[in-house]
């Protein structure tokens, strides 16, 4: 991609603009009167155009659970030819059953160099998961590494919908709703079946993705915190409406079931001119996290830090959640301040987007920007050797936490890492050294 395109994509999304609201009930057409009063399906659209419904939900589920939009289009959805399969590249689907599942902790550096013109759908590449597809239930860990714009084709992935986490380089999001900027720092949620081409900002970028099988994303409740406190609804960012009219060929790529498929249209998809409803793509800024933590003793449960979850059929027990060690400050008294030791019935992928983890070595060998770590259920972890020698013997002053950005996805299953990942030259070896050399202190007098 060159720089020009570059500079053009960039331009394009910094001058977007946005309805808000996680949830709510949005509005938009990109040509005045596009978008029907008083119906949602009369006789004939305004402006020859074509109504259309997106469920992301059964039409049955209860008011408070139910999501689906309106569409208004150039062309229905259903002009187009068969699919054909095509190779799945790095892509990997639940159920994972090349490898078993391990109790070993894993630590892996950044994805390498991707070829010259590797968009972003060929530079998805697989990690682990749980769940199956099939049956809606579970989640696959994801990284991308990208050096070219997607050129006259579009995905969609109906197994899911995607938490894009930018780590290097901007994205730009072109969706059947609009547009979107995702930056480093930012988080873009892409429904399940929504299609969308991804160009970038700068010359590469890199970063995670979470496809959750299960329940949409929702913010979770907020309990004694109050009505106020965490990912505010008002934050996340919707597209406005805006389309493509494009006559010529587009690849459309769709992933069902596991696998990818490909069609040819004689026209984008992106061709949607109006539409209203509570099924849209969002952006967040992870920054405007307002994180909630201990003003007395004890460091919290890292669950006081979830900015979204997929809840499950047990109250409090999630297919995934994201949480995001946002910037904060840490004054506990007579506390060690790092996230403590523990095992965990819930399985943890941790990335850093940039900076440092407070509970992990950085620089290289380490937890660095762009790599990945994954603790299994009740597999031991917990702040490395140096960073425990460091905390046990800091000065308890008050201390502000904000070089770094590090996120989590937590699922309630184990995660199966792919045979890709077991095998990968960016696996670290060793990395259960981290916790040698933490010594017996009993009967010391410490």
Same mark, same amino acid.
């Given at each position: 991609?060159?720089?020009?395109?570059?500079?053009?994509?960039?331009?394009?999304?910094?001058?977007?603009?946005?309805?808000?609201?996680?949830?709510?009930?949005?509005?938009?057409?990109?040509?005045?009167?596009?978008?029907?009063?008083?119906?949602?399906?009369?006789?004939?659209?305004?402006?020859?155009? =074509?109504?259309?419904?997106?469920?992301?939900?059964?039409?049955?589920?209860?008011?408070?659970?139910?999501?689906?939009?309106?569409? =208004?289009?150039?062309?229905?959805?259903?002009?187009?030819?068969?699919?054909?399969?095509?190779?799945?590249?790095?892509?990997?689907?639940?159920?994972?059953?090349?490898?078993?599942?391990?109790?070993?902790?894993?630590?892996?550096?950044?994805?390498?160099?991707?070829?010259?013109?590797?968009?972003?759908?060929?530079?998805?590449?697989?990690?682990?998961?749980?769940?199956?597809?099939?049956?809606?239930?579970?989640?696959?860990?994801?990284? =991308?590494?990208?050096?070219?714009?997607?050129?006259?084709?579009?995905?969609?992935?109906?197994?899911?919908?995607?938490?894009?986490?930018?780590?290097?380089?901007?994205?730009?999001?072109?969706?059947?709703?609009?547009?979107?900027?995702?930056?480093?720092?930012?988080?873009?949620?892409?429904?399940?079946?929504?299609?969308?081409?991804?160009?970038?900002?700068?010359?590469?970028?890199?970063?995670? &993705?979470?496809?959750?099988?299960?329940?949409?994303? !929702?913010?979770?409740?907020?309990?004694?915190?109050?009505?106020?406190?965490?990912?505010?609804?008002?934050?996340?960012?919707?597209?406005?409406?805006?389309?493509?009219? !494009?006559?010529?060929?587009?690849?459309?790529?769709?992933?069902?079931?596991?696998?990818?498929?490909?069609?040819?249209?004689?026209?984008?998809?992106?061709?949607?001119?109006?539409?209203?409803?509570?099924?849209?793509?969002?952006?967040?800024?992870?920054?405007?996290?307002? &994180?909630?933590?201990?003003?007395?003793?004890?460091?919290?449960?890292?669950?006081?830090?979830?900015?979204?979850?997929?809840?499950?059929?047990?109250?409090?027990?999630?297919?995934?959640?994201?949480?995001?060690?946002?910037?904060?400050?840490?004054?506990?008294?007579?506390?060690?301040?790092?996230?403590?030791?523990?095992?965990? !019935?819930?399985?943890?992928?941790?990335?850093?987007?940039?900076?440092?983890?407070?509970?992990?070595?950085?620089?290289?060998?380490?937890?660095?920007?762009?790599?990945?770590?994954?603790?299994?259920?009740?597999?031991?972890?917990?702040?490395?050797?140096?960073?425990?020698?460091?905390?046990?013997?800091?000065?308890?002053?008050?201390?502000?936490?904000?070089?770094?950005?590090?996120?989590?996805?937590?699922?309630?299953?184990?995660?199966?890492?792919?045979?890709?990942?077991?095998?990968?030259?960016?696996?670290?070896?060793?990395?259960?050294?981290?916790?040698?050399?933490?010594?017996?202190?009993?009967?010391?007098?410490?």
């Amino acid at each position: 991609m060159s720089g020009t395109d570059n500079e053009q994509a960039r331009k394009t999304a910094e001058g977007l603009v946005h309805s808000s609201g996680f949830g709510n009930e949005h509005s938009t057409e990109a040509v005045p009167g596009a978008l029907p009063h008083g119906r949602n399906s009369p006789q004939r659209a305004p402006l020859g155009l =074509y109504a259309e419904q997106l469920s992301g939900s059964a039409f049955t589920e209860p008011r408070h659970s139910n999501q689906r939009s309106w569409l =208004y289009r150039i062309r229905p959805s259903a002009a187009h030819p068969p699919f054909t399969r095509i190779d799945n590249g790095g892509l990997r689907s639940a159920p994972f059953t090349e490898t078993v599942p391990d109790p070993n902790r894993l630590r892996w550096d950044p994805l390498p160099e991707p070829a010259p013109g590797t968009d972003f759908l060929a530079g998805l590449w697989t990690l682990g998961g749980n769940g199956d597809v099939t049956q809606r239930a579970g989640m696959a860990v994801h990284l =991308y590494a990208a050096n070219a714009s997607m050129t006259d084709r579009v995905f969609s992935d109906a197994d899911g919908e995607l938490l894009i986490v930018p780590q290097r380089g901007g994205l730009l999001l072109r969706t059947e709703f609009g547009l979107l900027r995702a930056e480093p720092g930012h988080v873009a949620l892409i429904p399940r079946g929504v299609r969308f081409r991804v160009e970038l900002l700068d010359p590469e970028a890199r970063g995670y &993705v979470c496809e959750n099988y299960g329940r949409p994303f !929702v913010l979770p409740d907020l309990g004694p915190i109050g009505a106020n406190g965490l990912a505010n609804a008002r934050d996340f960012l919707a597209p406005v409406a805006a389309f493509e009219d !494009v006559e010529g060929p587009v690849q459309v790529i769709n992933k069902f079931c596991g696998n990818l498929w490909s069609a040819t249209y004689g026209h984008s998809p992106l061709d949607v001119v109006a539409w209203h409803g509570n099924l849209t793509p969002y952006v967040y800024d992870l920054h405007r996290f307002n &994180v909630i933590g201990t003003i007395s003793y004890d460091h919290p449960d890292p669950s006081i830090f979830t900015v979204l979850t997929s809840p499950s059929d047990t109250p409090g027990l999630a297919g995934v959640d994201f949480v995001v060690f946002a910037p904060r400050w840490l004054v506990g008294e007579d506390t060690f301040r790092p996230p403590y030791f523990h095992r965990n !019935v819930m399985s943890e992928y941790m990335g850093l987007i940039e900076g440092a983890y407070d509970a992990k070595t950085a620089g290289k060998g380490g937890f660095v920007p762009g790599g990945g770590s994954l603790h299994n259920m009740m597999s031991a972890h917990g702040p490395d050797r140096d960073t425990f020698d460091k905390a046990s013997a800091a000065e308890l002053r008050p201390q502000k936490v904000d070089d770094g950005l590090a996120f989590m996805f937590e699922t309630r299953w184990p995660v199966t890492a792919t045979e890709q990942a077991r095998t990968a030259g960016h696996l670290q070896k060793g990395y259960d050294e981290v916790w040698q050399g933490l010594e017996r202190h009993w009967g010391s007098g410490a």
